[in-house]
Nanobody
């Protein structure tokens, strides 16, 4: 069974933190890299962070800005995204996706599966 489910979003004041969780099926964990994306109303989807389950290497996009940290728990088949020093501009729906890496890449690639998102709202 293919499953990706994001959770942990909410309303937080600027400067606050949230921890998002992506629960994935074993099939996903065994075969794909997992990434977090976000999409704000009226804006394009934006890459945030990616983790290679195979070797644990992580890759942060510009959106992460050094404030976000991605990690995985293989025993629980979950990928977490720690969001620190949140800003109103971080307000978006955050969702996780299972990626087949581009040739020569360890993580970023084509998203074969995508879960439902979780809303993050940062107030000023």
């Amino acid at each position: 069974e293919v499953q990706l489910q994001a959770s942990g979003g909410g309303l937080v004041q600027a400067g606050g933190s949230l921890r998002l969780s992506c629960a994935a099926s074993k099939f996903i964990f065994d075969n794909y890299a997992i990434a977090w994306f976000r999409q704000a109303p009226g804006k394009d989807r934006e890459a945030v962070s990616c983790i290679s389950i195979r070797d644990g290497s992580t890759y942060n996009a510009v959106a992460a800005k050094g404030r976000f940290t991605i990690s995985s728990d293989i025993a629980k088949n979950t990928v977490s995204l720690q969001l620190n020093s949140l800003e109103p501009e971080d307000t978006a729906v955050y969702f996780c996706a299972a990626l087949t890496p581009y040739s020569g890449h360890q993580c970023w690639g084509v998203d074969d599966y995508r879960g439902q998102g979780t809303q993050v709202t940062v107030s000023s």
